[in-house]
Each structure stands twice: as C-alpha cells, then as structure tokens.
C-alpha cells in the first residue's frame, strides 16, 4: 500500500524473490497504477528502470487488498490512521501487517505498528517491520544489501523473510518490533542534523560526533520503551543510521542540507518530491522521550530549529 520509492522498491525485492508470487501496488493516482501495470515503470521515483512482470497495480484498494497474504504499508507516516480507516476493513483476517515506515504519529507519539493495532485491533503476532540500511534506489539497482524483519512471533519474521530473499537482499530476523521500529524513526532525525552540518559547511569531525552520540540517545529511548541494545548495534540501529547520515540519496539528510543552507521549511518541501519524516516526527519523538525521561540533545536542537 504505497507506491514512493520504498514501496515500489520492495514490491521488487518480493517479486524477484517468487517470480510465481502475485505482487500488487495500491498508488493513490490511477495514472502511476497504469504506468506500473502497463510499463512496469515508476518513472518519477525509479526513472526508467523496469519493475518485474509480476508486479501490477490499481488505484482501488479493494482490488489491492483481495485475499492478500502480506500487506506491506509505505505511505507517509502522519497518514497511515486516515489510510486504515479507508481500507483497513478490505483487508482479509489472517494478513499479516509489514511496515515499511519511519515515523512516529504526531498527537499520540504511536509507533506505525502501534497505530495499526489501536486502529484495526490487529493481534502482535501479525505485525511486523522491516528496517535497515535500505536505500531504495541502490536496492533497485540489485545492490547488495541487507535488513531485518522484526515481529514479536518468531514464525511471522521468518515468513516475511523466505518472501523476499532474492540474490541482492539478505534479511535477518529478531523480535524486537520495538527496537527495529525506534531505531529507524530517530535515525532520521539524526540525519537531518547531519544534513544541517553539511549545509553549514560543517566537517567529518562534526559529523561523526553526531552520529556517534546520536546512535547513544537513540539507544536510550529504545532501551527506556523496551528495546535491545543488541538491536541498536545492528543493522536496525548502527546500519541504518549510517547509510542515512552519510549517503545523498538520504531524504532526511538531503532535508537537513537545505535548513542548513538557510532554505525554509516550505522551501525545503518544494525542492523534494518525497517526504522527510524527520521534520515531522521530531516534535513527537521529543515528546516520547520526555514522558519517559530520556535525555535527547540532538534531538532537542533539531526540533528547536526546525519550529
């Protein structure tokens, strides 16, 4: 359900994993459905590169969600609870739920599993993350790469992971839905500080320190909500979290550049066909932090620049 540049990238990864498997997009314009379906492009995300024959597409969400097995969630953040209640009913009983998403919900400080169950009262055994050091557009190209299913049942990561294990995309399992999740929302905001550091001309001394520190406080949220330091050293936290901070495919980073450059928010929004969740889930990650009385300096400058 998406069909950005994640979400049309790992109906790929799916698709070359099971060349039998029926993989299907929901894109919001009937336009970008035809084009998938027709063309096998998405050209404003993936330029001309051609999607497998076995992926479609459809404006419909009833048609999308028929007897789904897996349904994978890449829309924005701060839109998933409207989604839900758009079409969350269509969705068969036994699917499991994967979010592709790094955000958390502004006004409820939710992660996006958490709002899955709050709207559709799903079961913890049918949810499920996949995070890591995924760069959509590298993992298109057939990139080595690597990331990790997270679900609080065993059986359900392991599942998600036989479905999407073609030669460029090794996943690795856990069951730290917290950790996986918390590690992927924070990084962002880490990222738009380093992307700020890069617009004032700041050096690598300046941008590791924040990386590194940022990886710190990033740790001590996950660990107060019930995480694993364990998570944060792996790909979920370490990787993820470098591959954000220092690649310009980074959207979060590329966000920060431009604050750094002196550009507005509006401007910023402008200049870049995706969103940021940095910029608009950093208040709430602050705001979770606070509850729990975790201490999160970076964190805390990022926001108070950005508002």
Not at 227 to 235: I, N, Q, Y
Not at 253 to 261: K, V
Request: glycine content about 10%; hydrophobic content about 45%.
């Amino acid at each position: 359900m998406g069909s950005g540049s994640w979400g049309t990238t790992f109906a790929k990864v799916l698709a070359d994993s099971d060349p039998l498997a029926e993989v299907v997009l929901w894109a919001r314009r009937p336009e970008v459905a035809q084009e998938i379906s027709e063309r096998h492009t998405n050209e404003r995300y993936l330029g001309e590169m051609l999607l497998p024959a076995n992926v479609s597409a459809s404006s419909d969400p009833g048609v999308v969600l028929a007897e789904a097995q897996l349904v994978v969630l890449a829309v924005p953040a701060q839109s998933l609870r409207e989604q839900l209640q758009e079409w969350g009913q269509l969705v068969p009983e036994d699917a499991v739920f994967v979010s592709l998403m790094k955000g958390l919900e502004r006004g409820t400080d939710l992660r996006m599993t958490e709002v899955v169950a709050d709207v559709l009262g799903v079961a913890q055994e049918r949810l499920a993350v996949v995070s890591g050091p995924n760069l959509a557009k590298e993992i298109a190209r057939r990139e080595p790469t690597a990331s990790v299913v997270a679900s609080p049942l065993e059986e359900t990561a392991e599942w998600i992971a036989s479905a999407c294990t073609p030669d460029y995309f090794r996943p690795y399992t856990n069951t730290d839905l917290v950790g996986v999740e918390i590690g992927g929302i924070v990084k962002n905001v880490i990222a738009l500080a380093v992307g700020i550091c890069d617009g004032m001309n700041m050096g690598d001394n300046t941008k590791a320190t924040i990386i590194t520190r940022g990886l710190a406080e990033t740790t001590r949220l996950a660990l107060a909500l019930g995480g694993s330091a364990e998570t944060m050293a792996g790909l979920a936290g370490l990787g993820d979290l470098v591959a954000t901070c220092s690649s310009p495919l980074s959207r979060n980073r590329t966000a920060g550049r431009l604050i750094g450059e002196g550009y507005t928010l509006d401007e910023v929004a402008e200049k870049m066909t995706q969103v940021a969740e940095g910029i608009k889930s950093g208040a709430a990650v602050l705001d979770l932090a606070s509850r729990h009385g975790v201490d999160m300096p970076i964190t805390q400058a990022v926001v108070a620049v950005i508002e």
